[in-house]
């Protein structure tokens, strides 16, 4: 009897990520940054301090996820009507979940940082010095992007609303432009880290979509080495 509660126990652990994967888009982020992740892990020779504190890491976000659906929906089963002290509720429980997100990220330069900037000189010395071909398949990307525009809508400006997100594409522009200019990695990933800030907003303040705004990037980004192609 007691070796089946246990299965029990166990199978409704398992049901409850389930559940909050399925559910929770936060959740299916969160999983997927982890598994790239430890992926990388498995290349950059961290020692075993390092892999527990990762791994610790990992753990400490997807928990405080689930705490924090656990909490919105024991709230939800109480009250649908708005309440000072549930909002309350949900937004500490969401902003714990932000202090492990942003501790996960700190950790991840800690440990990955060193590992990964040789690697990243080499790549973008690569891209500045990539052969011509490199600069036709920009093109080309560039104008099949554009065709897809403008034949998919014509609503919205450069800078707001439509199809491709203005922001974004020019917030990748200028991280592009500062990476190729410094060549320091700590400072390109913060150009980078701000450009994805740009494009979140523009999301959550539902001005585009997520593709919107991956489209807006990937435009900026492709300008950018273009340019520097041909002044190179």
Known sequence: MKVRKLIDSFNYAVSGIVYALKTQRNMRIHFTIAFFTLLLSLFLNLNRTELIVL???????????????????????????YHPLAEIAKNVA???????????IIVAYLLFF??????????????KNSPIHLTFISILLVIIITIVIKTK???????????ISGH??????????????????LVSTLS??????VGQSRIEGKIHTTTQVFVGAVLGILITVLLFQVAG
């Open 55 to 81: 791994v610790l890491t990992i753990s400490l976000v997807i928990v405080s996820e689930m705490v924090n659906t656990s909490i919105e929906k024991t709230i939800d089963m109480y009250t649908e009507k």
């Open 94 to 104: 969401a902003g714990a979940v932000l202090i492990s997100a942003v501790n996960a």
């Open 114 to 127: 060193d590992r990964l900037n040789p690697y990243t000189r080499v790549v973008i010395i690569k891209i």
């Open 153 to 163: 809508t014509a609503i919205g400006t450069p800078l707001k609303g439509g199809i």
């Open 168 to 185: 974004a594409a020019i917030a990748f522009v200028v991280a592009t432009t500062i990476t190729f200019i410094t060549e320091n990695t």
């Open 192 to 197: 980078f880290f701000i450009a994805a800030l």
